[in-house]
Nanobody, 115 residues
Framework: QVQLVESRGGLVQAGGSLRLSCAAS????????MGWYRQVPGKERELVAL???????HYADSVKGRFTISRDNAKNTVYLQMNSLKPEDTAVYYC?????????WGRGTQVTVSS
């Protein structure tokens, strides 16, 4: 069983920065691809960024140039550095990770960007 636990999000002003982390725990060796999604009420969950075990990344167009995903394989932890935040980035952010061909999800953390 794999557990993914996100760090606490928070409230930040537009233009500010916030860093999220997500640690995978359990009887695991190395996680596969990991990433972040986000969801606002009434809308589908959307991809924010993904990173594979080799470090290749993929970003949603809406966050390119502002967000950076990274990982520490030794710690099975993925990070999301969010800069130049906008009110439209307000959402619940979910961590996801693949282990042995199965996808796992964190419980989510709220990020609120005030204008």
């Amino acid at each position: 069983q794999v557990q993914l636990v996100e760090s606490r999000g928070g409230l930040v002003q537009a233009g500010g920065s916030l860093r999220l982390s997500c640690a995978a725990s359990g009887r695991i060796s190395s996680m596969g691809s990991m990433g972040w999604y986000r969801q606002v009420p009434g809308k589908e969950r959307e991809l924010v960024a993904l990173i594979n075990s080799g470090g290749s990344t993929h970003y949603a167009d809406s966050v390119k140039g502002r967000f950076t995903i990274s990982r520490d394989n030794a710690k099975n932890t993925v990070y999301l550095q969010m800069n130049s935040l906008k009110p439209e980035d307000t959402a619940v952010y979910y961590c996801t990770g693949i282990y042995v061909n199965r996808e796992y999800w964190g419980r989510g953390t709220q990020v609120t960007v005030s204008s």
